[in-house]
């Protein structure tokens, strides 16, 4: 996820934003979950005052369908607050950290076959520090990786 994915007033102002992470901060506490199982009980323990009849099923179903409806876009616009935070956050610590290779900053924006050569090199990046570990040697070493339309190919 990129920044310029992120509809701007889900990230700022008090608009959706805020109101999907406070629903999202309400209902994700036990005592929500709690008052949801008390709801349904007391729904099923009328079931016989109302004789089960199709009225008082479709009470439940149409309420659950709703809120479950809405709650769909209230746990994605958080996660997408979310992805965009901790994105940032990985992002800074790549760009902070000396002999870090910037070129991979973005690379959720890749097309699948840039992603799979960039997985593929740190694969044998991988490989190759556990085969130095066996030997006795330190893993700590940072290989350069060049970018080439791209491709990645090793380097020096």
Do not use: C
């Amino acid at each position: 996820m990129h920044l310029r994915d992120i509809e701007p007033g889900a990230v700022r102002g008090w608009r959706f934003g805020n109101v999907a992470r406070a629903i999202s901060t309400v209902v994700g506490r036990p005592a929500a979950f709690a008052i949801a199982v008390l709801l349904i009980i007391l729904w099923a323990a009328s079931g016989p005052l109302f004789g089960f009849s199709d009225t008082w099923q479709l009470i439940v179903n149409t309420t659950t369908t709703i809120i479950t409806f809405l709650m769909v876009f209230v746990i994605q616009n958080t996660q997408n607050r979310d992805t965009a935070a901790i994105q940032i956050k990985l992002d800074e610590l790549i760009r902070a950290t000396q002999g870090a290779h910037n070129a991979i900053l973005d690379l959720e924006q890749l097309d699948e076959r840039q992603l799979a050569e960039y997985l593929r090199r740190y694969e044998e990046l991988a490989a190759d520090a556990r085969r130095r570990l066996k030997e006795g040697r330190l893993d700590t070493d940072s290989p350069d990786i060049k970018e080439i339309r791209g491709r990645s190919s090793r380097g020096g």
